[in-house]
Every structure is written in C-alpha cells, then in structure tokens.
C-alpha cells in the first residue's frame, strides 16, 4: 500500500509560482510512474505531468513551459513546480503512483488517471487575475 500526501498548494496571483510537494510512504526509486492531475469542478481529473523510475518526463500541452516534475528519491518525494501560473490553472491537484513496469514507462504519455491505484488527498491551487 502506497500514501501519497500532497502540500504545498495556496492561492496566487497570475504570473507567480508555487511548487507543490508529495510525500509517499515508499520508496519513490521503486515506483515506476508517478503523476500529476488536476480536477476542476465538475470535470474529470485530467493529467499534468507524470514522471517514470528513470527520469522521463511527460507534460500536458497546456503546462509545457511552465510547469516541471521532478522527484527526490532520497526524500521520497514529488514536485510540481508551477510557474507563470494563469487563473485557468485553478483546480485541485493530486499525486499518484503506480508500479506499472515497462508499460507505464513505454506508455508515459498516455497513462490515464484510471491507470493509478495510489492517490493523494489532493491541494488546492488558486491563481487570481
């Protein structure tokens, strides 16, 4: 069983940034894809970026050159560090694991949110005009 437990989310004006953080009760070395999504109300979690065991990355369009994953296996942590943030960005962000072996990692991109069994309870982001 993998906890995830977000922090890090707040309110923000337009153009500024927040690095969000993820702490998981395993080793983040041992798990093969890890995730960001978002949700905005009324809406299926859509994803952010993911990240697999060697370092690859994936971002959705909408982030691409704003936001960046990474993750410190040393801390058994996650990070999504949000810059130039919009007020479209306002949603409720999660983390999420799965130890999907060669697939996920083949598959970084397309991984969907149903794919992750292990979620976090997810943080808060709003970004003002």
């Known amino acids: 069983q993998v906890q995830l437990v977000e922090s890090g989310g707040g309110s923000v004006q337009a153009g500024g940034s927040l690095r969000l953080s993820c702490a998981a009760s395993?080793?983040?070395?041992?798990?093969?894809?890890m995730g960001w999504f978002r949700q905005f109300p009324g809406k299926a979690r859509e994803g952010v970026a993911a990240i697999d065991s060697g370092g690859s990355t994936s971002y959705a369009d909408s982030v691409k050159g704003r936001f960046t994953i990474s993750k410190d296996n040393a801390k058994n942590t996650l990070y999504l560090q949000m810059n130039s943030l919009k007020p479209e960005d306002t949603a409720m962000y999660y983390c999420?694991?799965?130890?999907?072996?060669?697939?996920?990692?083949?598959?970084?991109?397309?991984?969907?949110?149903?794919?992750?069994?292990?979620w976090g309870q997810g943080t808060q982001v709003t970004v003002s005009a």
């Open positions: 999420a694991a799965l130890y999907g072996g060669n697939w996920c990692r083949w598959n970084l991109d397309r991984v969907r949110a149903d794919d992750y069994p292990y």
């Open positions: 395993v080793s983040t070395g041992s798990i093969d894809c």
